[in-house]
């Protein structure tokens, strides 16, 4: 029988290995924000950019929703993050944006300054 | 910004322990050391706010990778630009290893200026992680504060940590959380309950459903360390039906939680049972008095009884309730994990750990912030949200939403707590704030919140019922023209009256937006009152707009009228209709020519 | 016993019992802070304000009527601060209200009034927008009128606390609440069983019964109509109150003089009737006693319990005794026999009814009571109405000579009398009852087991060897009790009371509103008019309802005897489940409704 | 009155019995009018009879909670519902006026369905999307940084699709 700490430790070592089964160590992981606020200002939409660019074949990135960081005014956000880099931040992210974010970052490692917070 | 180019930013603690600590020198140091290897373009040095971390200051923060150093003196500059920012090797001796649980949130964001002179305990995983997977939230030492209550600690244990961790209710009126739990605890009944006040109305306020849409097991988390010290077995969470995803995340979780046998029997294979269920608000600010709330709960109208006696003795079906709002059940999980000692270092005398607001209005970056208690208005209203946007000036800041009160410029550097707000004639409320520029009329932002809470009032006490009303049409006639002599005092009669006789907290603080603004913007009032005239231009039935001699005809203002009030032929002198204008603005804004006369 | 405290008050200490709200230690050491929400016999809203005093340590006033006192307390209740509230609380009511004082049925009589004065209210300060609704006219007892509703929420209470008739809720909220039935049905559609209680406790003129003063002062000057009254036990226990007498001073001789002055030709008793209902309903009881018929037995003389039974209780209806109420055997009476006897021409006869009763209005109305096409009463008043007939008449009600009742229909025993109080119908029936089934005399005919103003009463009697068990409760919250009672018991209880009205009918919806200085509805008051009736019952030489010589003289000319064909045709009824707009009862689900 | 839906009103039924074996079972008076608006779109008099009945509460009642929450409608509303953001922040950037248009525009008050029952107007509190004030919410799509031109040009086109529609 476990003590709750040594089965909160467990379940956490779970967890841990499911996220890292969904590719949580791709080199690239893109967070699109996805509260309330994010969805007003579009951010399915722009969700919907980066689930279909996966569906069409993008690998090696791991795609992931997340909450209101506060940035209201820039609203959509998406974050590109890769292990040993600054990550990325997007603001006001259209799917136009997604698409080129697709396009340039994801693929070919271009950080699309103008666009970053 | 441009992001190529840098490979490093550092971002150094600017607390007052550091500064202290001579983070100033570190900072020279930092430059002088940088400039020496020519990394000037690709490193920055950013400032944050306290870090929490004041023992061990000051702290240096290197990412990408978050690396924190501790401790960091003159002596050691050289050594950090060297190994680390050019060979891309750490310095292990100076780096901090101690898991935070608040810290986590800048390994993404703490480069960002806005984020840097915040500091997130309540929404320590907003915009980090993944809200609808209890993985996200496991990984980063979810519900490990509950794991370590029920094995380590006694339910008195975690009142006293709570105690002394000096958290007060983060809804509006700041009990001490720990002594509100202790009075719960102390009840004898079988049955006992523990509710979450998610019922946020504040017109302009988000940081409840933030909360909960970004990370809503941490509210899971702190409503059964909750239970399991007043010895509940049921909790419920109050939320607005306004917030469908917020409720569909809560909903999410609840059955993740279940799921992981952290809710229901034997929870992690204690003898500790708890279950949660949501209820839902529908429409009435006033269920956020937590008397109405009950009577909400239990399927009544939302109106508040007189207490005592409280919902601790005497709450939700009669049984003693402990009631916590959202950001003040998430502060719970950090207590217990990071210890009270390290949260009672955050903040101000009487006020302790941070405080999120919702800042709206006039400024540049509009958006949630949590900071410190003890930041001041303007670190907040300048340093994070940017200051004013268009160049406009600054006139006041509201807090509290209509609960609060107007603070003008000379408040600017007001040390955000409890007592501060409150001895500056506001209230910190459950953290609206908004920014107020020259544009606006006070007179009109008064009357905008009174609408707000006379059509909110329950309707059961007077002062509250026909009062708010009577304000409310005061300040319409002042607005539109028609203020007499005398009404000023009349609001403040009212107001008083109202403030002190009225039945529930929604009353007694009704008046509190006017007489702030009669206190600190008496002669906006007068001059509605005797000159028919507002500054700021707002107040429609006081001004007028007329096309003047410079038109030259261009159309614009024709083009853009909602409301076909222009008429003119092109190149000629247009005309506006004043009995179909509806005084928009939008010609005034459109004209190049400064043909259009606002008066 | 529990510990006294000490409790400041104005800067003097005192000693008072703890576990009591500082409204209730005030009023003890003589204080009587002003008040208007506040009802002994509801509980607490803490809503107008008005009771605020000033508690040292709080950070805003508080309402005495909810907070408790504790020792070493300091209380103020009369700072200048406090006087300026208050002032001010009660000028935003009046804001609000019509202010046609001179022309309302509540001048003189209303709370809000009385307390505007004591407030020294002389200027108006905050005048706006008032609220503005129509008067809902539909129903024939009460009439509702939202306009003068200050929302203090003590009909609300009433209705549903004390009556547990939930008709009444606080609907929309803010400046827009107003007080109405479920989706502001009229009220004649309404569940209301028109007890009248929420007039009793309106402080305004917001409930207020239908008026019908006008059309019978017309009737009255109708030289074609011969006018019969006839008045209930209770108003002649009430009445004087109306005129500045002391309460529970029985007017009887006074009341049937000024009724003649009015211009009545013919003064009846109603108690007369209530003998008539206890020859039947006492019959009744023992037929179906001895013949295995439905029991309990529960009577049926109240109509706001009628209106309550058909809509909640339709499970029941054939445990309701088929007698129709006095005033209703009493007002077939006056249109057959009397009315042949005489050789009037029973369409010529204007009915009247005295009554302590708002629901009669109703009851008057019902086609179920009918006979030969005829309504047995035509125009019921109020005892507040009669009061302000005689006033208008000029008539000298307090110094007017005594005068006693008419034949055939005027004489009754004590037992009628006390018909009035809860437990009176129970006792009566059990003073024949008795002696019809025993053929034996009852010695102690004085039941003090039914008489008071505990909610539900029991009892138990022995029969020739059988016991009878009895049951007697006075409000309608009070029988709904007792019927979930007889619900899951159905053999408990032999024969029960009900009476709607708190204290049965001395407490009825249309008794003199509360003078200066008293409650509405306060125990001190129903006791004493009650006990007017067990005084003027003990006074009489016959006090079983089967000596009365006018009823045996009835039956001998008239009905033949108790439960004969006659009776059936004049005196009983059957009642109907109707279709019911408030909880449909899970019990009445098998039930027949009809529309 | 107009026949309710009969599945609907099954599923209505099979979540009133569901509550009504719960603990405090009048405590989901409410659970049960959102549960009922969400089928009907408004809270119609036949169901709260039927809640009087099932939860075992006064019809008083329920009318005094069902008037007290601004959330539920007791009519039926127009196809599309516009709310117009009265919070703080849509209110500083001119929301009063985007809620002056509509109304002069659709010729209703707020509360009220128009004639053509396209749209009923309402108010409401803050809808959380601050950033981009002033909002306004049409069924569940928000429209943000309005002017009283670009607020018209909205309802037109709802207006061109229900045109449209009824053409088909």
Same mark, same amino acid.
């Given at each position: 029988m476990?003590?709750?700490?040594?089965?909160?430790?467990?379940?956490?070592?779970?967890?841990v290995?499911?996220?890292?089964?969904?590719?949580?160590?791709s080199?690239?992981r893109?967070?699109?924000g996805m509260?309330t606020?994010?969805?007003?200002?579009?951010s399915?939409?722009?969700?919907?950019?980066?689930?279909?660019?996966?569906?069409?074949g993008?690998?090696?990135?791991?795609?992931?929703?997340?909450g209101c960081?506060?940035?209201?005014?820039?609203e959509?956000?998406?974050?590109?993050?890769?292990?040993g880099?600054?990550?990325?931040?997007?603001?006001?992210?259209?799917?136009q944006?997604?698409?080129?974010?697709?396009e340039?970052h994801l693929?070919?490692?271009?950080?699309?300054?103008?666009?970053?917070? | 910004?441009d992001v190529?180019?840098?490979?490093?930013?550092?971002?150094?603690?600017?607390?007052?322990?550091c $500064?202290?600590?001579?983070?100033?020198a570190?900072?020279?140091?930092l430059?002088?050391?940088?400039d020496?290897?020519?990394l000037?373009?690709?490193v920055s040095i950013?400032?944050?706010?306290?870090?929490?971390?004041?023992?061990?200051?000051p702290?240096?923060?290197?990412?990408?990778?978050?690396?924190?150093?501790?401790r960091?003196?003159v002596?050691?500059?050289?050594?950090i630009?060297?190994?680390?920012?050019?060979n891309n090797?750490a310095?292990?001796?100076?780096?901090?290893?101690?898991?935070h649980l608040y810290?986590?949130?800048?390994?993404?964001?703490?480069?960002?200026?806005f984020?840097?002179?915040?500091?997130?305990?309540a929404l320590?995983?907003?915009?980090?992680?993944?809200?609808?997977?209890?993985?996200?939230?496991?990984?980063?030492?979810g519900?490990?504060a509950?794991?370590?209550a029920?094995?380590?600690?006694?339910p008195?244990q975690v009142?006293?940590?709570?105690?002394?961790?000096?958290?007060?209710?983060r809804?509006?009126?700041?009990?001490?959380?720990?002594?509100k739990?202790?009075?719960?605890a102390n009840q004898?009944?079988?049955?006992?309950y523990?509710?979450?006040?998610?019922?946020?109305?504040?017109?302009g306020?988000f940081?409840?459903?933030?909360?909960?849409?970004g990370?809503p097991?941490?509210v899971?988390e702190?409503?059964?360390?909750?239970?399991?010290?007043?010895?509940?077995?049921k909790?419920?969470?109050?939320?607005?039906?306004?917030?469908?995803?917020?409720?569909?995340r809560?909903?999410k979780?609840?059955?993740?939680?279940?799921e992981?046998g952290?809710?229901?029997?034997? $929870?992690?294979?204690?003898?500790?049972?708890?279950?949660?269920?949501?209820?839902?608000?529908?429409?009435?600010?006033?269920c956020?008095?937590?008397?109405?709330l009950i009577?909400?709960?239990?399927?009544?109208?939302?109106?508040p009884?007189p207490?005592?006696p409280?919902p601790?003795?005497?709450?939700?079906?009669?049984?003693?309730t402990l009631?916590?709002n959202?950001?003040?059940?998430a502060?719970?999980?950090?207590?217990?994990?990071?210890?009270a000692?390290?949260?009672n270092?955050v903040?101000?005398?009487?006020?302790?750990?941070?405080?999120?607001?919702?800042v709206?209005?006039?400024?540049?970056?509009?958006?949630?912030?949590?900071v410190?208690m003890?930041?001041?208005?303007?670190?907040?209203i300048y340093d994070?949200?940017g200051?004013?946007?268009?160049?406009?000036?600054?006139?006041?800041?509201?807090?509290?939403g209509?609960?609060?009160?107007?603070?003008?410029?000379?408040?600017?550097?007001t040390e955000?707590?409890?007592?501060?707000?409150?001895?500056?004639?506001?209230?910190?409320?459950?953290?609206?704030?908004?920014?107020?520029?020259?544009?606006?009329?006070?007179?009109?932002l008064?009357?905008?919140?009174?609408?707000?809470?006379?059509?909110?009032?329950?309707?059961k006490?007077?002062?509250?019922r026909?009062?708010?009303?009577?304000m409310?049409e005061?300040?319409?006639?002042?607005t539109?023209?028609?203020?007499q002599?005398?009404?000023?005092e009349?609001?403040?009669?009212l107001?008083?009256?109202i403030?002190?006789?009225?039945?529930?907290?929604?009353?007694?603080?009704?008046?509190n937006?006017?007489l702030?603004?009669?206190e600190?913007?008496?002669e906006e009032y007068?001059?509605? $009152?005797q000159?028919?005239?507002?500054?700021?231009?707002?107040?429609t039935?006081l001004?007028?707009?007329?096309?003047?001699?410079?038109?030259?005809?261009?159309g614009?203002?024709k083009r853009?009228?909602?409301?076909?009030?222009?008429e003119g032929v092109?190149?000629?002198?247009h005309r506006?209709?004043?009995?179909?204008?509806?005084?928009c603005?939008?010609?005034?804004e459109?004209?190049?020519?400064?043909?259009?006369?606002?008066a | 016993?529990s510990?006294?405290?000490?409790i400041t008050?104005?800067?003097?200490?005192? /000693?008072?019992e703890?576990?009591q709200?500082v409204?209730?230690?005030a009023?003890?050491?003589?204080f009587?802070?002003?008040?208007?929400?506040?009802?002994?016999?509801?509980s607490?809203?803490?809503?107008?304000?008005?009771?605020?005093?000033?508690?040292?340590?709080?950070?805003?006033?508080v309402?005495?009527?909810?907070?408790?006192?504790s020792?070493?307390?300091?209380?103020?209740t009369?700072?200048h601060?406090?006087? /300026?509230?208050?002032r001010?609380?009660?000028?935003l009511i009046?804001?609000?209200?019509?202010?046609?004082?001179?022309?309302?049925? /509540?001048d003189g009589?209303c709370?809000l009034?009385r307390?505007?004065?004591?407030?020294?209210?002389?200027?108006?300060h905050?005048?706006?927008e008032?609220?503005?609704?129509?008067?809902d006219?539909?129903?024939?007892?009460v009439i509702?009128?939202?306009?003068?509703c200050?929302?203090?929420?003590?009909?609300?209470?009433?209705?549903?606390?004390?009556q547990?008739?939930h008709?009444l809720?606080q609907a929309?909220?803010?400046?827009?609440?107003?007080?109405?039935p479920?989706?502001?049905?009229p009220?004649a559609e309404?569940?209301?069983t028109?007890?009248?209680?929420c007039i009793?406790?309106?402080?305004?003129?917001?409930?207020?019964e239908?008026?019908?003063?006008?059309?019978l002062?017309?009737?009255?000057n109708?030289?074609?109509?011969?006018?019969v009254?006839q008045f209930?036990?209770?108003?002649?226990?009430?009445?004087?109150?109306?005129?500045?007498?002391?309460i529970?001073?029985?007017?009887?001789?006074?009341?049937?003089?000024?009724l003649?002055?009015?211009?009545?030709d013919?003064?009846f008793d109603?108690?007369?009737?209530a003998d008539?209902?206890i020859?039947?309903?006492?019959?009744?009881?023992?037929?179906?006693l001895?013949?295995?018929?439905?029991?309990?037995?529960?009577?049926?003389?109240?109509?706001a319990?009628?209106k309550?039974?058909?809509?909640?209780y339709?499970?029941?209806?054939?445990?309701?005794?088929t007698?129709k109420?006095?005033?209703?055997?009493?007002?077939?009476?006056?249109?057959?026999?009397?009315?042949?006897k005489m050789?009037?021409?029973?369409t010529?006869?204007?009915?009247?009814?005295?009554m302590?009763?708002?629901?009669k209005k109703?009851?008057?109305?019902?086609p179920?009571?009918?006979?030969?096409?005829?309504r047995?009463?035509?125009v019921?008043v109020?005892? /507040?109405?009669?009061?302000?007939?005689?006033?208008?008449?000029?008539?000298?009600?307090?110094?007017?000579?005594?005068?006693?009742?008419d034949?055939?229909?005027g004489?009754?025993?004590?037992?009628g009398?006390?018909?009035g109080?809860?437990?009176?119908?129970?006792?009566?029936?059990?003073?024949?009852?008795?002696?019809?089934y025993?053929g034996?005399?009852?010695?102690?005919i004085?039941?003090?087991?039914v008489?008071?103003?505990k909610?539900?009463?029991?009892g138990?009697?022995?029969?020739d060897?059988?016991?009878?068990?009895?049951?007697v409760a006075?409000?309608?919250?009070?029988?709904?009790?007792?019927l979930?009672?007889?619900?899951q018991?159905?053999?408990?209880?032999?024969?029960?009371?009900?009476?709607?009205?708190?204290g049965g009918?001395?407490?009825?919806?249309?008794?003199?509103y509360?003078?200066?200085?008293?409650i509405?509805?306060?125990?001190?008051?129903?006791?004493?008019?009650?006990?007017?009736?067990?005084?003027?019952?003990?006074?009489?030489?016959?006090?079983?309802s089967?000596?009365?010589p006018?009823v045996?003289k009835?039956?001998?000319?008239?009905?033949?005897?108790?439960?004969?064909?006659?009776?059936?045709?004049?005196?009983?009824?059957?009642?109907k489940?109707?279709?019911?707009?408030?909880?449909?009862p899970?019990?009445?689900?098998?039930?027949?409704?009809?529309? | 009155?107009?026949?309710?839906?009969?599945?609907?009103?099954?599923?209505?039924?099979?979540?009133?019995?569901?509550?009504?074996?719960?603990?405090?079972?009048?405590?989901?008076?409410?659970a049960?009018?959102?549960k009922?608006?969400?089928?009907?779109?408004?809270?119609?008099?036949?169901v709260?009879d039927?809640?009087?009945e099932?939860?075992?509460?006064?019809t008083a009642h329920i009318?005094?909670?069902?008037?007290?929450?601004?959330?539920?409608?007791?009519?039926?509303?127009?196809?599309h519902t516009?709310?117009?953001?009265?919070?703080?922040?849509?209110?500083?950037?001119g929301?009063?006026q985007?809620?002056?248009?509509?109304?002069?525009e659709?010729?209703?008050?707020?509360g009220?369905?128009?004639?053509?029952?396209l749209?009923?107007?309402?108010?409401a509190?803050?809808?959380?999307a601050?950033?981009?004030?002033p909002?306004?919410?049409?069924?569940?799509?928000?429209?943000?940084?309005?002017?009283?031109?670009k607020?018209?040009?909205?309802i037109?086109?709802?207006r061109?699709a229900?045109?449209?529609?009824?053409?088909?």
């Amino acid at each position: 029988m476990l003590t709750p700490l040594q089965a909160i430790k467990k379940k956490r070592a779970e967890a841990v290995n499911r996220i890292v089964s969904k590719g949580y160590l791709s080199t690239k992981r893109v967070y699109v924000g996805m509260a309330t606020c994010e969805i007003a200002a579009g951010s399915k939409e722009v969700m919907d950019v980066f689930r279909q660019a996966i569906a069409n074949g993008l690998t090696d990135v791991y795609l992931s929703q997340k909450g209101c960081a506060g940035r209201c005014n820039l609203e959509p956000t998406v974050e590109v993050v890769e292990e040993g880099k600054i990550p990325v931040k997007y603001g006001r992210v259209t799917p136009q944006r997604a698409r080129d974010i697709v396009e340039r970052h994801l693929k070919k490692g271009e950080i699309i300054a103008e666009w970053v917070i | 910004m441009d992001v190529k180019e840098t490979r490093y930013k550092l971002t150094l603690c600017d607390g007052t322990a550091c $500064i202290h600590n001579h983070s100033k020198a570190v900072q020279q140091a930092l430059e002088t050391e940088l400039d020496k290897h020519g990394l000037k373009d690709s490193v920055s040095i950013h400032l944050s706010g306290c870090l929490g971390m004041c023992t061990k200051g000051p702290i240096l923060i290197v990412n990408p990778g978050y690396i924190m150093y501790g401790r960091v003196q003159v002596e050691d500059v050289p050594e950090i630009v060297e190994s680390h920012l050019v060979n891309n090797k750490a310095v292990t001796r100076l780096i901090i290893t101690e898991d935070h649980l608040y810290n986590r949130f800048f390994r993404i964001f703490g480069d960002v200026d806005f984020f840097g002179k915040q500091m997130r305990i309540a929404l320590r995983n907003c915009g980090i992680i993944d809200p609808e997977n209890i993985d996200n939230y496991l990984s980063l030492r979810g519900y490990e504060a509950l794991a370590k209550a029920l094995e380590t600690m006694t339910p008195g244990q975690v009142i006293e940590e709570v105690k002394k961790s000096g958290l007060r209710g983060r809804g509006g009126a700041g009990f001490p959380t720990g002594l509100k739990w202790e009075f719960t605890a102390n009840q004898d009944s079988d049955e006992k309950y523990v509710i979450c006040n998610a019922d946020e109305g504040d017109p302009g306020a988000f940081m409840d459903r933030s909360a909960i849409e970004g990370d809503p097991h941490t509210v899971l988390e702190g409503m059964m360390i909750g239970g399991y010290a007043i010895g509940a077995g049921k909790g419920i969470i109050y939320i607005r039906a306004e917030y469908p995803l917020a409720i569909k995340r809560l909903e999410k979780a609840i059955a993740s939680a279940r799921e992981h046998g952290l809710l229901g029997e034997n $929870i992690l294979g204690s003898d500790f049972a708890f279950d949660i269920e949501i209820r839902l608000g529908a429409g009435a600010f006033v269920c956020g008095e937590e008397t109405a709330l009950i009577h909400s709960i239990e399927g009544h109208r939302g109106m508040p009884r007189p207490r005592p006696p409280y919902p601790s003795v005497k709450g939700l079906f009669g049984k003693p309730t402990l009631i916590n709002n959202v950001e003040t059940w998430a502060n719970i999980p950090v207590i217990l994990l990071d210890g009270a000692d390290w949260f009672n270092t955050v903040g101000t005398e009487t006020s302790k750990g941070t405080k999120v607001f919702a800042v709206a209005g006039r400024v540049q970056n509009t958006g949630l912030v949590e900071v410190p208690m003890g930041t001041t208005l303007r670190e907040i209203i300048y340093d994070i949200c940017g200051g004013i946007p268009n160049g406009k000036r600054f006139k006041a800041v509201q807090t509290g939403g209509p609960s609060g009160g107007c603070l003008p410029e000379h408040y600017l550097d007001t040390e955000i707590d409890y007592e501060s707000l409150a001895k500056a004639g506001s209230i910190m409320g459950s953290g609206g704030m908004i920014v107020i520029d020259e544009d606006s009329c006070m007179v009109s932002l008064a009357r905008f919140f009174l609408e707000f809470t006379q059509d909110e009032s329950c309707g059961k006490c007077t002062p509250c019922r026909e009062g708010t009303k009577r304000m409310y049409e005061i300040l319409t006639r002042i607005t539109e023209g028609q203020g007499q002599p005398g009404d000023i005092e009349k609001l403040q009669r009212l107001g008083e009256m109202i403030k002190h006789s009225s039945l529930c907290g929604l009353g007694q603080s009704a008046p509190n937006p006017v007489l702030s603004t009669i206190e600190n913007f008496r002669e906006e009032y007068e001059e509605h $009152i005797q000159d028919k005239k507002c500054r700021a231009g707002q107040c429609t039935a006081l001004l007028s707009y007329t096309i003047n001699d410079k038109c030259v005809g261009c159309g614009a203002c024709k083009r853009v009228c909602p409301v076909n009030a222009i008429e003119g032929v092109r190149k000629e002198k247009h005309r506006i209709l004043q009995e179909v204008c509806i005084r928009c603005g939008q010609c005034y804004e459109v004209c190049k020519f400064d043909a259009i006369t606002k008066a | 016993m529990s510990q006294m405290i000490t409790i400041t008050i104005n800067g003097k200490d005192y /000693r008072v019992e703890p576990n009591q709200t500082v409204m209730q230690a005030a009023d003890t050491l003589g204080f009587k802070i002003p008040r208007l929400c506040y009802h002994p016999k509801l509980s607490i809203e803490g809503a107008c304000r008005v009771c605020i005093v000033e508690v040292e340590g709080q950070r805003n006033f508080v309402a005495s009527c909810a907070f408790p006192v504790s020792d070493g307390m300091k209380i103020k209740t009369n700072t200048h601060a406090l006087r /300026r509230a208050r002032r001010d609380i009660v000028e935003l009511i009046i804001d609000n209200h019509p202010m046609d004082c001179h022309t309302c049925e /509540r001048d003189g009589n209303c709370e809000l009034q009385r307390l505007a004065a004591s407030m020294g209210i002389r200027a108006r300060h905050f005048a706006g927008e008032r609220k503005r609704y129509e008067e809902d006219l539909s129903s024939e007892a009460v009439i509702r009128n939202p306009e003068k509703c200050i929302l203090c929420g003590r009909c609300v209470r009433m209705c549903s606390e004390i009556q547990q008739v939930h008709n009444l809720t606080q609907a929309h909220r803010g400046f827009q609440t107003v007080v109405m039935p479920a989706y502001d049905l009229p009220m004649a559609e309404s569940v209301c069983t028109a007890c009248g209680q929420c007039i009793n406790v309106c402080p305004t003129a917001a409930f207020v019964e239908k008026n019908y003063t006008q059309e019978l002062f017309e009737q009255l000057n109708d030289p074609e109509r011969v006018k019969v009254v006839q008045f209930a036990p209770s108003v002649r226990a009430a009445i004087g109150e109306a005129f500045g007498l002391p309460i529970g001073q029985n007017m009887e001789g006074q009341l049937i003089a000024a009724l003649r002055k009015l211009g009545f030709d013919y003064v009846f008793d109603t108690q007369f009737g209530a003998d008539l209902t206890i020859m039947e309903e006492a019959n009744e009881f023992l037929e179906r006693l001895q013949n295995k018929g439905t029991l309990p037995m529960i009577t049926s003389c109240s109509s706001a319990w009628m209106k309550c039974l058909e809509q909640f209780y339709p499970d029941l209806i054939d445990n309701v005794s088929t007698c129709k109420s006095p005033m209703s055997m009493q007002g077939a009476m006056i249109k057959t026999y009397f009315a042949d006897k005489m050789g009037i021409d029973p369409t010529k006869i204007c009915s009247a009814a005295a009554m302590c009763c708002t629901a009669k209005k109703y009851e008057a109305e019902r086609p179920e009571l009918m006979f030969d096409g005829m309504r047995g009463v035509d125009v019921v008043v109020t005892t /507040r109405e009669i009061a302000w007939m005689i006033k208008s008449a000029g008539i000298d009600f307090v110094n007017i000579q005594p005068e006693k009742a008419d034949h055939p229909l005027g004489l009754s025993s004590g037992a009628g009398a006390i018909f009035g109080a809860t437990g009176g119908v129970m006792e009566a029936a059990i003073r024949t009852a008795y002696e019809l089934y025993t053929g034996q005399t009852l010695v102690d005919i004085e039941v003090e087991g039914v008489r008071g103003l505990k909610g539900i009463k029991e009892g138990s009697l022995t029969m020739d060897g059988q016991e009878i068990r009895v049951a007697v409760a006075h409000g309608l919250g009070n029988a709904c009790k007792l019927l979930e009672v007889v619900r899951q018991d159905p053999q408990r209880y032999h024969f029960i009371e009900i009476m709607g009205c708190p204290g049965g009918c001395v407490g009825g919806g249309g008794q003199p509103y509360a003078a200066i200085n008293t409650i509405p509805l306060d125990d001190k008051a129903l006791k004493k008019r009650a006990q007017a009736l067990y005084d003027l019952d003990r006074g009489k030489t016959i006090r079983r309802s089967h000596d009365n010589p006018d009823v045996q003289k009835l039956y001998k000319e008239f009905l033949q005897h108790p439960l004969s064909s006659v009776s059936h045709k004049y005196l009983h009824t059957h009642y109907k489940a109707k279709l019911p707009k408030g909880i449909i009862p899970k019990e009445a689900k098998k039930i027949e409704v009809t529309q | 009155m107009t026949e309710l839906a009969q599945d609907k009103m099954t599923t209505l039924r099979e979540f009133m019995a569901e509550v009504s074996n719960k603990d405090y079972a009048e405590s989901y008076l409410i659970a049960v009018l959102h549960k009922t608006q969400e089928l009907f779109g408004y809270v119609p008099r036949q169901v709260m009879d039927e809640a009087s009945e099932a939860l075992q509460i006064p019809t008083a009642h329920i009318w005094g909670v069902a008037t007290f929450y601004h959330y539920f409608n007791l009519e039926p509303i127009g196809r599309h519902t516009i709310s117009v953001c009265m919070g703080t922040a849509c209110y500083v950037k001119g929301a009063t006026q985007v809620l002056d248009v509509l109304k002069k525009e659709l010729g209703v008050e707020v509360g009220k369905t128009t004639e053509d029952r396209l749209f009923t107007l309402q108010e409401a509190r803050c809808l959380g999307a601050c950033g981009i004030a002033p909002v306004i919410m049409i069924d569940d799509k928000i429209y943000g940084e309005l002017d009283a031109k670009k607020t018209v040009e909205i309802i037109n086109q709802y207006r061109k699709a229900a045109a449209e529609s009824r053409k088909v």
